[in-house]
């Protein structure tokens, strides 16, 4: 690699505040609060809004969306669509 060109790589804890959940890995983002993680050390923590933890499709916890309530609700408030001839 050149040297100079690249950002730093460093260890950075990504925290999910919705599942109480953080994660120490590595990365060129960087921020100004820190936290002291489990091995005593203090690192740049990164709140994010979602994460494997929070995530429906990681969860199990997907929802199902109603479709058929949909179209029939469409139809009652503007009626059936195309001409009868």
């Known amino acids: ?4 060109i690249h950002p730093a790589y460093h260890p950075v ?3 999910d505040r919705a599942a ?3 994660f120490l890995t590595r990365s060129t983002a960087t921020s100004d609060r820190t936290v ?6 203090t690192y740049p923590v990164i709140d994010v809004e979602i ?8 969860t199990g ?14 139809e009652r408030r503007y009626g059936r669509g195309g001409s009868k001839q």
């Open 13 to 15: 804890v990504f925290r």
């Open 36 to 41: 002291e993680w489990e091995d005593g050390n």
């Open 51 to 58: 994460s494997s933890a929070s995530h429906p499709f990681y």
């Open 20 to 22: 109480d959940y953080a």
């Open 61 to 74: 916890t997907r929802r199902v969306l109603d479709t058929a309530g949909r179209v029939e609700r469409f």
């Open 1 to 4: 690699m050149k040297p100079g």
